[in-house]
């Protein structure tokens, strides 16, 4: 009687299996989030790159994102650590013969809050990461609508638009050179030159302009600035007729010839005429 009590209380091969299924279970769930939650630590860059190449005046920290997934990661971790001790246990009481109780669902409700908690956060965190976006956007449209738009090409040139014609805007810059006192030392008409050999070019017009005073320092400084000095302004129409005002960046120049910090401000000047001149 007692050997048939004592064979009824041992665990069976299908206990042992069962046992196993859980762990397997509970590992899975272990590695979904500690991989959902490197997903979600990585999120936050995967934004700021994503600002930086949309060429974003300032990227935004999304620093909250990396805190959410490294709590993830940590739950991952711990889910795996307990199950794997309470299989350990639970093989040792059943190899033991002694009853096993009943299954505890503290893990469980346990992930679950957490993941609730978890989800919360990331909901409210990502709503205001939206609203930020949103008011970030509406003011760089107003900013780009009271202010022309300047686009940089790799090469170094910055073309702005202009609502005038390349004549009208060789006009307004004569005049403010003119008053501010710089030497105009040519204007080239290429599209005018190109007509003299019968040959068809859209407007096209440089000029070159100058203060010796403030050019000579640079070229003493930096020799090789001279194949880019006197200063130049190319005023274009492009092929759908729009005008575009360009010049040289003076952070350029200064990286190409090795200009001393305290000269930039010698040519950066070109900055401002040609944003006046494009108004």
Do not use: C
Request: net charge positive.
């Amino acid at each position: 009687m007692d050997a048939s009590a004592e064979a009824g209380s041992r665990a069976t091969l299908s206990d042992y299996l069962a046992a196993e299924r859980t762990l397997l279970a509970w590992i899975r769930t272990g590695l979904a989030l500690m991989g959902f939650g490197f997903v979600v630590a990585r999120f936050g860059l995967f934004l700021q790159q994503l600002q930086i190449a949309q060429q974003a005046s300032s990227a935004q920290s999304y620093g909250l994102s990396l805190w959410f997934g490294t709590a993830l990661i940590v739950a991952g971790i711990a889910v795996n650590l307990f199950s794997g001790w309470h299989h350990l246990r639970l093989i040792r009481t059943m190899e033991l013969g002694h009853a096993v109780r009943s299954h505890t669902t503290t893990l469980a409700v346990a992930t679950s809050v957490f993941l609730a908690l978890v989800g919360l956060g990331m909901a409210i965190y990502l709503l205001s990461v939206r609203g930020t976006t949103q008011i970030n956007v509406g003011k760089n449209s107003l900013s780009n609508k009271e202010t022309p738009m300047a686009t940089t090409i790799e090469n170094g040139i910055i073309s702005i638009p202009s609502n005038h014609s390349v004549d009208q805007v060789v006009k307004k810059l004569r005049g403010i050179l003119e008053a501010k006192g710089v030497t105009l030392f040519a204007v080239v008409d290429h599209s005018g030159e190109a007509e003299k050999v019968e040959m068809k070019m859209r407007p096209t017009k440089l000029l070159i302009f100058g203060n010796p005073k403030a050019g000579t320092p640079l070229m003493l400084a930096a020799p090789s600035s001279a194949i880019d000095l006197p200063l130049k302004i190319l005023i274009w129409e492009d092929g759908q007729g729009k005008v575009w005002v360009s010049y040289n960046a003076p952070v350029y120049l200064q990286g190409r010839h090795g200009i001393p910090e305290e000269l930039i401000q010698n040519i950066a000047v070109v900055e401002a005429l040609a944003a006046k001149a494009a108004e």
